[in-house]
């Protein structure tokens, strides 16, 4: 990237870090064989696998032979989905809360028109989920909850240990989509106490296209890949062997750094809050939340100008959903926020990355005023009408409301 440029889209992706592709390079010349093969190379990538797979497993406090991989969150987030609905029977109720990403929405969608029941918790202004509202949309019939640790777009962070106990002590098998998590949140299965869960590699400086699903022993899942039997049957499919290793190593040290990078990327983010502030920006979502994200609606203007306009100014930030490719679509997670035809629909994206600096913050806490008032006509009013131009976000109500 252009060194000029701030890259505050780390939510979106994450460069890789060196530190990870010299993981890589080092096995390269085992990595390139198939795992599956009996002859000496073979077996040679089935090791390097396998040592990926002890150290990921140890950075989560899980058993090597509970974890997946996959190619990336969305698969994660589809397996533990449709492989619990795969071994249920017909008629069985699922429940996830309404800001969760597509990669959980879709597969329950899917097994909505296929007969299966699903409840989507709302969430409230402040973007979390009610453990007793939990609790009480728990069925005899319900056979997995969904709740992800921390949301894409605002960033909360959800009760999941607390989910996750209510939904045991009622028999309920509990996934979370923690992909946004392990750079800023503790990850231990055993404290979580999830029997599924999903990451991706290129959140936290991996490569892309790598994941996992943690699967507690003893939880019984469906392959959706079928194929040559690999990952223990769970999910076929020649593992990309260096990019798992890559994966193990940026786990490892998101896990090693967390600690000491969480403070720092939360004063740099209330410092940039400061500065949305002064350029009449809201903050959407509230406390508990990652450190790294600040999702902010300005008044007079709408979320892709915002992004334009801060793009040509040297900072890459996103606007509505940043998986949802390439596309200016405001939110469902706004959406889902409520607060009334007034609330604005379309928010804009800040994502600090553990690379991120003090003088970085301070170049945009700077532009965001000039930008938000040339935006706005020259007015540098803090305070006005949102723009809500958003047939999107109408629409995902609608739908929220279906269910
Ligand atoms: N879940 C969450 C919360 C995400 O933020 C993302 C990616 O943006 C995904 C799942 C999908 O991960 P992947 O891009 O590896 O498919």
């Not at 609330?343 to 700077?366: C, D, H, K, N, W």
């Not at 995902?396 to 269910?403: A, C, H, N, S, V």
Request: proline fraction near 5%; charge should be neutral.
């Amino acid at each position: 990237m252009n060194s000029q440029r701030i890259y505050l889209d780390n939510a979106a992706t994450t460069t890789v870090r060196a530190e990870v592709l010299d993981a890589m390079r080092e096995v390269a010349a085992d990595a390139e064989y198939n795992p599956s093969s009996l002859h000496a190379e073979g077996r040679r990538a089935r090791a390097v696998l396998e040592d990926a797979r002890r150290r990921v497993a140890a950075a989560l406090g899980a058993f090597a032979n509970e974890i997946v991989f996959t190619a990336g969150g969305t698969e994660a987030d589809n397996l533990a989905i449709a492989g619990i609905a795969a071994l249920a029977p017909s008629g069985a109720h699922l429940v996830a809360c309404a800001i969760e990403h597509h990669g959980v929405l879709a597969p329950l969608e899917r097994l909505r028109e296929r007969g299966f029941e699903v409840t989507l918790l709302p969430v409230g202004r402040s973007g979390h989920v009610d453990p007793d509202a939990f609790e009480a949309a728990l069925r005899p019939q319900t056979v997995l909850a969904s709740v992800m640790y921390a949301n894409n777009e605002i960033g909360t962070v959800q009760p999941v240990a607390r989910l996750a106990a209510i939904a045991r002590e009622r028999g309920v098998r509990f996934h979370t989509d923690a992909v946004q998590a392990p750079a800023w949140l503790p990850v231990d299965v055993g404290r979580l106490g999830v029997d599924l869960l999903s990451l991706s590699a290129h959140k936290l400086g991996g490569p892309k296209g790598v994941g996992l699903l943690y699967v507690r022993r003893g939880v019984e899942l469906a392959p959706v890949l079928d194929g040559g039997g690999q990952e223990s049957g769970r999910r076929s499919g020649t593992q990309n062997v260096p990019g798992i290793v890559g994966f193990a190593r940026a786990i490892e040290l998101a896990v090693a750094e967390r600690q000491q990078r969480a403070p720092v990327a939360a004063a740099l983010r209330d410092r940039l809050e400061e500065a949305v502030r002064a350029a009449g920006g809201r903050i959407n979502g509230g406390e508990p939340r990652l450190p790294n994200v600040c999702n902010a609606s300005f008044w007079g203007i709408d979320a892709p100008q915002m992004l334009i306009a801060l793009d040509l100014a040297g900072v890459a930030v996103s606007a509505g959903s940043a998986c949802t490719s390439g596309s200016l679509e405001p939110s469902h997670v706004l959406a889902a926020l409520g607060g009334g035809p007034d609330a604005p629909a379309a928010g804009i994206r800040f994502s600090l990355g553990t690379q991120t600096s003090e003088l970085e913050v301070e170049r945009v806490a700077a532009t965001l005023p000039e930008v938000a008032g040339r935006l706005r006509g020259g007015s540098r009013e803090t305070r006005g009408d949102w723009v809500d131009t958003d047939r999107t976000a109408r629409r995902w109500r609608e739908k929220l409301e279906q269910f």
